[in-house]
Every structure is written in structure tokens, then in C-alpha cells.
């Protein structure tokens, strides 16, 4: 019975997400070329909103997976805390400037919906400011895994770091509720909700979620492989150093 | 324990620079405000609760980089963590003398900077027990992000993007409690919740810090 702690192992992880990673790639590819095609050009005009309305396929994806990276990241880092495995440290500050960029296209693009639908590019809304928030939280993340040289130390420091800050990211959220009433609509999409929105532009949305999923998935294999790498480069050369 | 507060507290008196330093940043921030948003005192008096919030929180997060920083340098920071006294302790006793050398001065000058940008009279009370509550809060707060910095060189600037973004819910229930009371509104709700920010941050801070040291001085 093999377990997932196997992948713990970075010989295991390079060989498997090796294999993996040309078919991840190009699913992510099908879908968002498909799914975005299909919603930008083959789905009908909002009866208010108009063409404005296709945003939706860039932004809801991009927004939610910018909470979910944060997310994987949390886990990620956990267990590196618990159980000590590089691969998953190193999975985490792979997936870092993903999220970050994820983040920065849900601000963008709701910025570009925002001006015909509101009338302004920015509103201090509570939804649009703690992603602001939240993308700042990826900056000091990212910074500070710069910052540090030893790679254990900056592993756990960012570890610490990961962990205070979805603390506060959630107390945000809760402050800034309280702080201002929104103007950005409910959550279009919910588990519980009977039909989220209309069929014809379900469907192409699904598969833009599901393209930026896969996305992620390909960029953070492919980030962390690429760590994997620098780091046994690292240790090559040092190993030639004292020989 | 004390006898740490008290030794941080004499270094900062004697060494200059730590103790006044912040309060002269705040009445600094809070000078140059009407330059930039114009001597109306019907603006001026609608913006004081959040200048002085802000101002606060700057002059707080500017003296943060010394609360390890010169006992890093010159070692006593690793002599503390062999002594007896646990890491938390020593985070926590560094947060409340923190506190005591930059938050209290702001909270008592909080009032007279007050009168300078025209706060309405019944705001003056909630601003100083807004800033009484929640000082403590950014110095628990601090106290964290100047041990994860600890080790960097020029460690100052990342210290303010990791903790900035962490003063925001503090920011808001700060500058609310004084808002609300001075537009004759309840202030008692964004106080409490402000006080529980901080009693919480308070209680957890000095784990996290302690942990971040304990990396840091591996």
C-alpha cells in the first residue's frame, strides 16, 4: 500500500511529477483555451450588463483560487512544521507568486468590470480590500522567503509567518465587514445554492475554473521541480567546495 | 521577568533616541497632515481620529526593529534564551516594555494633537481609550514581526510589509471607536471587539515570537 508521505521523498516527487506534469500542462491548456473561448465567443450578452458580464471567466476563477492557494500554502506549511518534509516546504514557496499573480488578476480585472458596472475602478469595499489585503500577505510572504538565507530558517520563518497571517486574513475579512458595507455582489457560486447562475454560462465557467485549477497545478509542479533542482545544484557545488 | 522590563526600559531612557523618537514621529505625522489635506478645520476635524490612529500605529511600527535588534547584536538576546526564562516570557516582557516606552507616551499625547486638528470634544476620551486598548495590541503584534526580522540585515523595511498588513483590524477598531463617538454614535462596540484584538493578540503573539526567535538564533 503506498502511501502519500512517499512523495515526501524528493527522488519519488521528481520521477512522479515528472511524469505527471506534461499531462497536467496540457489539460490546463484544453481548458482555458476552451472554456475561455466558449464564454468569451459563443455565449449570449447579459440582458443588463451586456458583454461586460464575460470578465466572470477570468475573474471568479482567479479569485477563487487566490483564497486556495493561500490555503494549499497553509497546509503545505504545516507539513513542513509537523512533519519535517523539504518537498512540501518548498511546494509552499513555490506556490507563493502563483497565488499572488491569481490574486492580482481577480483586483485587475474586477477593476476593469468595475468602471462601466459601478463607475469606478476602486471601491473600499469589503470583498475588493481584504483581497488587497490578502495580496499584500503574499508580498510579506514572498519577501520573506528572499530575505532569508539559510533555507531551513526561511522555511520555518515563513512557516510562523503563514500560519499568524491566515489568522489575521480571516479577522480582516470580519473587521472589514464590520467596517463598510459592500457594494460587490454576493458570491456567485455556492455549494448549496440550487442553480448558481444560468446554464448557458455554467458550463463555460466550470471549465475556466477547472482550467485555472489545473493551471496551478502545472505551475506549482513545475516551480517546486525547478526548486528541487536549484537546491541539489546548491548542494553539488558545495560538496565540490570542501572536496 | 521585571527585572527585563525594567533593564529595557533604562536602555531606552539612557541610549536617547528610543524613547522620544516615536512620540516626535507622531507629533511629526500629525503636524504635517493639514499641509497635505488643507486648514479647513471642518476636514480636518472629520480626518483627526484617523490621523492620530495612523500616526500611532507609524510611530509604533518605528521602533519596532529595536526591540531585538541591539540584543541580537551585541549577544545578550542568546545569553537570555539560555537562562531560565522561557522564550515566551522574554517575547512577552519585550512587547510590555515596547509598550510602555512608545504606546503609553502616544496615548497621553494622543488628546493634545487632538486639539491641533480640531476632534470633536466628545471624541477625546474614546480616542485615549481606544489607544489605551489597542496600543498594546500593535506592540504584541510587533513584538512577532521584529523576531521573525530579527536575523536579516536591514531587516527594517521587510518588517513593515509583514506587519502593516497584520495592523489593519486593529487600524479599523481604533480609528471606528474614535469616529463613532465623535459623530455621537456608540463606541462601545468597535472598543470591545478592540480589546478582545488585543487581549488575544496578547495571549498568542509571544508563542509565535518565540517561535520565530528559536529559528532565528538556531
Redesign the interface.
Known amino acids: 500500500m503506498s502511501s502519500l508521505w512517499e512523495y515526501a521523498n524528493p527522488r519519488k516527487f521528481m520521477a512522479t511529477s515528472g511524469a505527471l506534469l506534461p499531462w497536467v500542462s496540457g489539460l490546463a491548456v484544453l481548458c482555458l483555451v476552451g472554456g475561455l473561448f466558449w464564454g468569451f465567443f459563443l455565449t449570449p450578452d447579459d440582458f443588463r450588463q451586456g458583454s461586460t458580464v464575460k470578465i466572470i471567466y477570468l475573474h471568479v476563477p482567479a479569485a477563487i483560487m487566490a483564497i486556495n492557494v493561500w490555503l494549499m500554502m497553509l497546509v503545505a506549511s504545516l507539513i513542513w512544521l509537523i512533519r519535517r518534509h523539504h518537498v512540501s516546504a518548498l511546494a509552499a514557496k513555490a506556490a507563493a507568486p502563483v497565488g499572488a499573480v491569481f490574486t492580482a488578476i481577480a483586483l485587475f480585472t474586477g477593476a476593469v468590470w468595475g468602471q462601466p458596472m459601478w463607475g469606478t475602478w476602486w471601491e473600499w469595499d469589503p470583498r475588493l480590500t481584504s483581497f488587497l489585503i490578502l495580496f499584500l500577505f503574499y508580498l510579506g510572504y514572498i519577501a520573506m522567503w528572499e530575505a532569508v538565507e539559510n533555507p531551513d530558517a526561511a522555511a520555518d520563518l515563513t512557516t510562523v509567518l503563514c500560519l499568524v497571517g491566515s489568522v489575521f486574513a480571516v479577522i480582516s475579512r470580519y473587521a472589514l465587514l464590520f467596517w463598510n458595507q459592500g457594494l460587490h455582489q454576493g458570491a456567485s457560486l455556492s455549494m448549496d445554492a440550487e442553480q448558481n447562475v444560468a446554464d448557458v454560462f455554467w458550463y463555460p465557467l466550470v471549465t475556466c475554473i477547472a482550467g485555472f485549477f489545473l493551471l496551478f497545478l502545472a505551475l506549482v509542479l513545475y516551480r517546486t521541480r525547478t526548486e528541487i533542482r536549484a537546491r541539489r545544484l546548491r548542494a553539488l557545488l558545495a560538496q565540490e567546495r570542501t572536496a | 521577568m521585571i527585572a527585563l522590563i525594567l533593564r529595557d526600559l533604562r536602555l531606552a531612557f539612557r541610549a536617547g533616541g528610543g524613547f522620544g523618537l516615536a512620540l516626535a514621529f507622531f507629533l511629526i505625522v500629525v503636524v504635517l497632515v493639514p499641509f497635505g489635506v488643507g486648514p479647513e478645520t471642518g476636514r480636518l476635524s472629520g480626518i483627526a481620529p484617523g490621523i492620530l490612529w495612523l500616526g500611532a500605529l507609524l510611530a509604533c511600527l518605528l521602533s519596532l526593529d529595536r526591540v531585538f535588534q541591539l540584543d541580537w547584536e551585541d549577544g545578550s538576546l542568546e545569553l537570555l534564551a539560555t537562562s531560565a526564562l522561557p522564550l515566551e516570557t522574554l517575547a512577552f516582557a519585550k512587547a510590555i516594555a515596547h509598550w510602555l516606552t512608545t504606546g503609553l507616551p502616544l496615548v497621553v499625547a494622543a488628546p493634545l494633537l487632538g486639539v491641533m486638528l480640531n476632534l470633536p470634544g466628545p471624541a477625546y476620551p474614546w480616542l485615549a481609550a481606544s489607544l489605551a486598548v489597542g496600543t498594546p495590541g500593535l506592540s504584541a503584534i510587533g513584538t ?1 514581526g521584529a523576531a ?2 530579527v ?2 540585515k536591514r ?1 527594517g523595511l ?1 518588517l513593515s ?2 506587519v ?3 495592523y ?2 486593529s487600524l ?2 481604533g480609528a ?1 471607536t474614535a469616529t463613532r463617538a465623535a459623530e455621537a454614535l456608540d463606541p462601545l462596540p ?1 472598543l470591545a ?1 478592540l480589546a478582545g ?1 488585543s487581549l488575544a493578540a496578547a495571549a498568542a ?1 509571544p508563542f ?1 515570537a518565540a ?2 526567535l528559536r ?2 538564533l ?1
Open positions: 512577532f521573525l526580522t536575523g536579516i531587516g521587510l510589509l509583514l502593516l498588513p497584520l489593519v483590524p479599523i477598531f471606528m468597535p471587539l484584538l503573539m509565535a517561535g520565530a529559528v532565528n538556531r
